[in-house]
C-alpha cells in the first residue's frame, strides 16, 4: 500500500513522539487547549456514548496538590495543563468499552498536541482516586481513569524513547503465537478473568524469579522504564539512595585500573553512586539480560557528571554467564539482584568464575528474615510484578551458605529496622535483620 507523501510525512512526524517527564513550567492556553480537545473527541466511543468527560487543570496551587497526591509524577507540578480523564459510571457495556473509549480520546489528544509541538505524558499514577475525587469536584458516579500532562519541554532536556519490541513479539496472523521470552509466566491457575485483577491487585502476578526462563526476566528488564523514567531526572528515593550509598561504604580500596562489573544494576541508579567511587583508570562494565537495558543505562550515565571522562563498556549476560574471560574482574557488584535471578547459585558461581583470585563482590539483598519478609508477602506479592522484575527476599542463611562455596565473608552490613522506609545502619546481631543485608566477599 502506497501512502502519498503528506500521510507519510505525518505518520513519520508521529512516530516521533515520546513522552516528557521534564516540562519548562509554561501555562497553556485555553485556546490551545481547547484546539487540542477538538481533535481528541473525534476519537471513536462505544456504541458513540461519548460518555468521557475531560477536567483540566492549569491552576499551579492545584497542580502542586495534583502532584503530591500522585506521589511519583513529579512532573504533575510543571506540566502546563494537566488533563483527567473521567468517564461516567454504569454504561461500560463489555469489556471495559468505556475505558477503552477514553483511551482512544487520551491518545488522539497526545497526538493532536505532539504535531503541535506540544509534549505530554499519559499517567496511571494519579493517586488515591478519592483524593483525586476531592481535588475535582468529581461526582460519585463518575470514575477517573488516568491524567495527561500537556506542556513543553523544559530546555536542555534529552527526551529519550524507551526500545519497542520487534513487531513479531507483539504480532500473529489467525491464531496466537509469541515468542516465550516475551511470554511473561503468570502464577498458576484454572483461569485468569481479568475481571479479578483489579487494579494493581492480581492474583496472576508470578513473583518466583525461578518460574521465570532468564530469557523472561531479560526481556522485563529490557523494556519496562525504570523508575518510570528513561533517562533524565530518573526518580530516586531519598531510602534508595541512602542505603545504595550505606551499601557501597563497604567497597575495598581498588588499583588504579581496575576493572569492574556491575551485574543487572538497578537501571544505573546504583552505577552512578558507584561512578563517584572509582579509581580514575577504572573501568565499569555494565552486565545485563537485554541490550535495552544496556543501552538505557548507558545513556542514563552519559548524563551523570562522574562519568565524565570514563568509557563505559556493555556486557550482555547469557543467561547466568557473564561472557568474560576466567580471573578478569577486580570488583562486581550485585545490587538488589541476586533475589531476581531464576537461579541464584549459577549467578554467583559466573560471577566466581570472572574475579581474579582476591577480587571481590559487593551483594546487597532484600532480607527476608527481616520485617519487610512478611510485608513483602502481605502487601507487595497481592500486586503486580514491578518494573525492576519479579524478585523474592531472600534467607540470610540461605545466602551466605550458597556465597560461601566460593568466597570468604570480609565485612557485612545491615539497613533498615522497619518493614520500610527506614534507612537506619543496624550493628551487631541485628545486622542480619535489617531490610537490606549486603556483603563484602572475597575471592580466595
Ligand atoms: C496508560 C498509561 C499510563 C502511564 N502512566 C505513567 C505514569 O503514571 N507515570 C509516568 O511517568 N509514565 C506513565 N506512562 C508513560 C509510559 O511509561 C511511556 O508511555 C512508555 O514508557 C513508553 O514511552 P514513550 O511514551 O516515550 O514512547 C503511562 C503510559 C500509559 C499508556
Redesign the pocket.
Known amino acids: 500500500m502506497i501512502l502519498d507523501l503528506e500521510a507519510r510525512g505525518v505518520l513519520d512526524r508521529l512516530a516521533t513522539?515520546?513522552?516528557c517527564?521534564e516540562f519548562d513550567g509554561t501555562p497553556l492556553s485555553r485556546d490551545t487547549i481547547r484546539a487540542v480537545m477538538r481533535d481528541a473527541i473525534e476519537a471513536p466511543s462505544s456504541c458513540n456514548h461519548q460518555s468521557w468527560h475531560f477536567i483540566v487543570v492549569t491552576d499551579r496551587d492545584k497542580l502542586a496538590r495534583a502532584q503530591r497526591i500522585s506521589g511519583g509524577?513529579l512532573h504533575f507540578g510543571t506540566c502546563g495543563a494537566l488533563i483527567y480523564l473521567c468517564f461516567l459510571n454504569g454504561w461500560s457495556h463489555r469489556h471495559f468499552s468505556i475505558v477503552q473509549s477514553v483511551a482512544a480520546a487520551g491518545y488522539h489528544m497526545i497526538l493532536s498536541a505532539h504535531l503541535r509541538g506540544i509534549s505530554s505524558?499519559?499517567?496511571?499514577?494519579i493517586g488515591p482516586s478519592d483524593e483525586v475525587r476531592e481535588l475535582l469536584d468529581l461526582p460519585a458516579g463518575y470514575t477517573v481513569q488516568?491524567a495527561i500532562a500537556l506542556g513543553y519541554t523544559a530546555p536542555g532536556t534529552r527526551l529519550t524513547?524507551?526500545p519497542r519490541r520487534p513487531l513479531d513479539d507483539v504480532l500473529s496472523f489467525e491464531r496466537f503465537e509469541r515468542p516465550e521470552a516475551a511470554d511473561w509466566p503468570q502464577a498458576p491457575s484454572d483461569a485468569y478473568p481479568y475481571g479479578d485483577a483489579e487494579s494493581q491487585l492480581t492474583p496472576y502476578a508470578e513473583w518466583d524469579p525461578t518460574r521465570w526462563t532468564w530469557d523472561q526476566i531479560g526481556d522485563l528488564r529490557g523494556y519496562a522504564?525504570w523508575a518510570?523514567?528513561?533517562i533524565a531526572g530518573v526518580y530516586v528515593s531519598a531510602r534508595q539512595g541512602t542505603v545504595m550509598e550505606g551499601v557501597l561504604d563497604l567497597m575495598p580500596d581498588l588499583p588504579a585500573g581496575a576493572e569492574v562489573i556491575d551485574v543487572m544494576g538497578w537501571g544505573g541508579t546504583e552505577a552512578a553512586r558507584l561512578l563517584t567511587r572509582l579509581p580514575k583508570g577504572a573501568r565499569l562494565t555494565l552486565a545485563d539480560l537485554h541490550d535495552g537495558n544496556l543501552t538505557f543505562m548507558r545513556q542514563r550515565l552519559a548524563a551523570e557528571p562522574a562519568c565524565t571522562g570514563r568509557t563505559l563498556q556493555s556486557l550482555r549476560m547469557r543467561g547466568p554467564d557473564l561472557p568474560r574471560p576466567d580471573a578478569s574482574a577486580d570488583l562486581v557488584t550485585l545490587p538488589l539482584a541476586l533475589e531476581h535471578a531464576p537461579d541464584p547459585a549459577a549467578l554467583l558461581a559466573s560471577i566466581a568464575r570472572v574475579l581474579r583470585p582476591g577480587g571481590h563482590l559487593l551483594l546487597a539483598y532484600r532480607n527476608a528474615a527481616s520485617p519487610y519478609g512478611p510485608y513483602w508477602e502481605r502487601e507487595e506479592k497481592p500486586h503486580q510484578v514491578s518494573n525492576q522484575g519479579p524478585f523474592r527476599p531472600l534467607d540470610p542463611d540461605a545466602v551466605t551458605a550458597m556465597a560461601g562455596q566460593h568466597f570468604d565473608i570480609v565485612a557485612e552490613a545491615g539497613f533498615g529496622r522497619e518493614a520500610t522506609h527506614d534507612t537506619e545502619k543496624l550493628e551487631g546481631r541485628e545486622l542480619r535483620r535489617g531490610r537490606i543485608h549486603a556483603l563484602l566477599l572475597q575471592k580466595p
Do not use: D, E
Open positions: 513522539r515520546t513522552s517527564r509524577n505524558i499519559y499517567n496511571a499514577g488516568g524513547k524507551p522504564v518510570k523514567s528513561p
